[in-house]
């Protein structure tokens, strides 16, 4: 089996890289080959198969051909400009997020093209609980539609009808999953407007001050970076006839408030980290927080295998021992 990751140095593509090279098979079957590439060379991690990295970008006119003419039978497309980003450069948003993922879906068409249609991988699409506006119900289900409020939520929104129609019409087999926001997310804080999930966390866990620009009863719904790995791994090897013509699920996670997020940080670590947190209010970050998502249940992708924590105590802990705080 061939395995190509795009956005393999981000946080999520990184994680997922380590484990399939720990692992060494993905779906049952031994992994041969993996490429794994962002816009900066990923680091490899020694593997028991060869893993060939590279810097590009993937809305550049030939590289996504370049990437599909190897014919991975599993490609991860994790690449994207993340939400506040995306929000402020509205060109940028557009041209990585939903243009270059075009591109390598029809570059991914053009190779089953050139095989005769025996070519056909499994694409996994990392897409994101944005897709949904408010108003919202209390509970999100399944039959919810998506209305999203922000440029990085319709960008993903539109990837996710791309990436169905290509499935639909036989190009590909694909699945989209709708990640939770990821927290707690290691390393430094980047342009995600999610990003003070984490920080709250994180920074105090290290002994560092951190930033809540948000009020203490926002509430918003989480999963680990253990558990984002295992919703890409599960996709990878699930059987899609099982979807139908809906690729997009929403993942499991779960649902507290800010306030909770900081008792469960008092439990885990005591009040000298919870002390480290400064309120600042940020009308911006706040703006765009008033039009996500709350909580969900997700049914459908429970039912058919995907997991995540049941309590932030646990998220918090997961990222205590995979980062070794």
Not at 198 to 223: F, K, Q, T, W, Y
């Amino acid at each position: 089996m061939k395995v190509l990751v795009i956005g393999a140095a981000g946080m999520v593509g990184r994680k997922l890289v380590e484990r399939l090279a720990r692992d060494g098979a993905l779906a049952g079957r031994k992994i041969a080959a993996m490429t794994a590439v962002d816009i900066v060379t990923p680091t490899p991690p020694a593997a028991p198969f060869p893993i060939a990295t590279d810097a590009c970008d993937i809305a550049s006119l030939y590289v996504p051909r370049q990437l599909a003419a190897s014919r991975p039978d599993v490609v991860f497309l994790l690449a994207s400009v993340v939400s506040g980003e995306a929000e402020a450069d509205f060109d940028k948003g557009y041209g990585i997020n939903l243009d270059g993922t075009r591109m390598i879906l029809d570059a991914l068409r053009r190779e089953q093209a050139l095989s005769g249609g025996d070519y056909k991988p499994r694409v996994v699409f990392t897409s994101s609980i944005a897709v949904f506006g408010a108003p919202f119900p209390e509970t999100i289900g399944d039959e919810f539609f998506t209305t999203p409020l922000t440029s990085y939520g319709t960008q993903k929104a539109i990837c996710e009808l791309l990436l169905s129609d290509y499935s639909r019409r036989g190009f590909l087999d694909g699945i989209a999953i709708r990640l939770p926001t990821i927290c707690v997310r290691p390393g430094k804080p980047n342009k995600a407007a999610s990003g003070f999930f984490s920080n709250i966390i994180r920074e105090p866990l290290a002994g560092l001050p951190a930033v809540l620009p948000v009020d203490d009863d926002v509430r918003h719904h989480h999963a680990s970076p253990r558990a984002a790995v295992g919703f890409l791994l599960h996709a990878a090897s699930l059987d899609l006839a099982q979807l139908g013509a809906r690729r997009a699920l929403t993942m499991p996670g779960v649902s507290v408030t800010v306030a909770e997020q900081i008792e469960a940080l008092r439990r885990v670590a005591g009040e000298k980290a919870v002390a480290l947190i400064k309120r600042e209010p940020d009308e911006t970050i706040r703006r765009i927080v008033a039009g996500w998502p709350r909580q969900f249940d997700a049914k459908r992708a429970e039912a058919l295998g995907f997991r995540a924590e049941t309590d932030f105590d646990a998220i918090i802990r997961a990222h205590i021992e995979d980062e070794h705080v």
